[in-house]
């Protein structure tokens, strides 16, 4: 009866521990991380303010991960004020919140604004998540809400795609 007890005891302290890792918390609070950079190279200039990052760029913020070929980050006062990433294509994910579907992406092109909360994905964008997907040359994903806004705004622009698969039984 003791061992079974000890073994409960682990498996709540276990549970209780996942629960309330920093890893689960920085779904709420993604834009209060730092942004954390791995890359094969990295340049500074103070004059101009920008950090670039070249091969096998990582970047991550709490549960946002974006992997792109370059990387340049344009810096305001000291702060991260906008990122654009490249690549062939560049990927991102992101764990909107506990319990529901990673929300995944791809464009040659992609800009992240930190303190907007805001990514905007630039030329053959695709937003996925569970059975649905969002194809555009331009796709707003607003970080904190989950929103996707699809189509370009000039008047001449191509049209959006959208895929909405049944749920499989």
């Known amino acids: 009866m003791k061992k079974n007890k000890n073994a409960l005891i682990l498996c709540i302290c276990t549970l209780m521990s996942l629960l309330y890792s920093p890893s689960m918390l ?12 791995d890359s094969d ?3 500074y200039d103070d004059a101009t303010e920008l950090s670039t990052y070249t091969g096998n760029v990582i970047s991550v913020q ?8 370059k990387l340049v980050v344009h810096f305001k006062g000291g702060e991260a004020e906008k990122l654009v990433f490249t690549g062939n294509p560049a990927k991102f994910k992101q764990t909107p919140s506990l319990g529901s579907e990673d929300i995944t992406g791809e464009a040659l ?3 992240f604004y930190p303190k907007r909360n ?17 194809s ?3 796709i707003e994903y607003d970080i ?5 806004k699809a189509g370009e705004k000039s008047s001449d622009s191509k049209r959006v795609h959208v895929i909405i698969k049944p749920k499989a039984k």
């Open 62 to 69: 709490g549960s946002i991960k974006v992997n792109s070929d």
């Open 144 to 148: 904190k809400t989950s929103l996707v």
């Open 136 to 138: 555009s040359n331009y």
């Open 118 to 134: 805001l990514l905007v994905l630039i030329t053959n964008a695709t937003v996925w998540q569970g059975n649905g997907a969002y």
């Open 26 to 37: 920085a779904l709420e609070s993604d834009a209060e991380q730092p942004i954390v950079i």
């Open 109 to 111: 092109t992609g800009e």
């Open 41 to 43: 190279t990295a340049t």
